[in-house]
């Protein structure tokens, strides 16, 4: 039996071996980090540590970093009561909050005439597409962006970022909101001081520890250009697609993508069909985000952008990386490409 082939990286990522050394050591502290006494200083050193590492990873001195049990909390805390104006390209946890009333181009890029009051994504999930931030918005999930490109939350010049410790290496359940010091913000889980008054409850120390440690091996991978060589596997793959699927459109493949995300969507071939020809085959690939899987419907992502239902219905994602091998990608769109055929001779 062949191996099976991992194509859904944008989904969740393989726990990384520092995050998960960090984690272990974690584990044997005993204490609770808002205990005063010796134990519980060093268990808040675990915390605080991996806070500077997620801060220095992201390029954000100066700025706090919460912890959260993910972006989609981080979005909450964010967000709530707060009206912000957001696009459909935006993940159901921030549109969950805000009202989708901002324009979207062909090629995925958001319009914003106010900033202040708009919360727009780094890079989109399911398309890849990265934006082109405005100065003083109010809130971005950056959390498909960071650690697959150079990312400085301080010169992106947005009050608000949401990041997540799974996406890059890291432990599923753990996450921060980072926002510029100083920033007034309710806490939506109360009853504790903890994360500087932000966010009650015990710390996620283990979660968190492996958090700090993945993105320092993250921030790594970047400055060794490790995310390079993933977009030249990216591109071998979109041009073994393009060269036959003609009736096949790579979804903003004109603007500026991830590295790592091909978002391919075959009007009538439905997407939910192919992911699971792909997993019969082998290969582990998503019909839009995962967060919204097990749902039948077209990609929202794409509606927005202006595809037609069929279209949108179509789309399914392939996202790789670092471990990621030239092969593993040819043998992708060899056993897609068999599939299509077929679709298309079915067509005819």
Not at 43 to 60: F, M, P, T, W, Y
Not at 66 to 76: H, L, R
Not at 155 to 184: F, I, N, Q, T, Y
Not at 201 to 221: H, K, L, P, W
């Amino acid at each position: 039996m062949r191996e099976r082939i991992y194509l859904d990286w944008n989904a969740t990522t393989p726990l990384r071996a520092e995050a998960r050394a960090a984690m272990v050591a974690a584990m044997d502290v005993v204490g609770n980090p808002s205990s005063v006494h010796a134990e519980g200083r060093a268990v808040k050193g675990i915390v605080e540590r991996a806070r500077a590492q997620v801060s220095a990873a992201l390029g954000a001195d100066g700025a706090d970093v919460v912890f959260t049990s993910g972006a989609t909390e981080a979005a909450a805390l964010a967000m709530a009561g707060r009206g912000l104006l957001c696009a459909g390209v935006e993940h159901d946890a921030v549109l969950a909050w805000g009202e989708d009333s901002l324009s979207v181009d062909a090629a995925g890029r958001v319009t914003v005439a106010g900033p202040a009051t708009a919360a727009v994504q780094l890079a989109n999930s399911e398309t890849g597409v990265v934006q082109s931030l405005p100065a003083g918005l109010a809130v971005s999930d950056l959390t498909q962006a960071f650690g697959k490109l150079p990312v400085a939350f301080n010169w992106l010049g947005v009050e608000m970022g949401l990041v997540s410790a799974h996406k890059l290496g890291g432990p599923k359940g753990v996450g921060a909101l980072v926002l510029r010091r100083g920033l007034d913000l309710a806490a939506q889980i109360r009853g504790g001081g903890q994360e500087m008054g932000r966010r009650a409850g015990t710390e996620n120390v283990i979660g968190i520890a492996g958090f700090g440690a993945a993105a320092e091996a993250a921030a790594r991978d970047l400055a060794d250009g490790v995310w390079e060589n993933v977009r030249r596997i990216r591109n071998i793959l979109d041009v073994a697609l393009a060269s036959e699927a003609k009736a096949t459109i790579i979804v903003g493949k004109e603007a500026e993508r991830l590295p790592n995300t091909t978002c391919l969507a075959t009007p009538g071939w439905k997407g939910e069909t192919q992911v699971m020809q792909m997993d019969l085959a082998g290969f582990a690939i998503s019909a839009g985000s995962a967060c919204s899987s097990g749902k039948v419907r077209a990609s929202r992502a794409l509606r927005a952008m202006g595809f037609d239902e069929g279209a949108a219905a179509s789309a399914i994602r392939v996202s790789i990386g670092p471990q990621t091998r030239e092969d593993d990608v040819l043998r992708f769109a060899e056993a897609w490409l068999a599939q299509y055929r077929k679709f298309r001779a079915r067509a005819a």
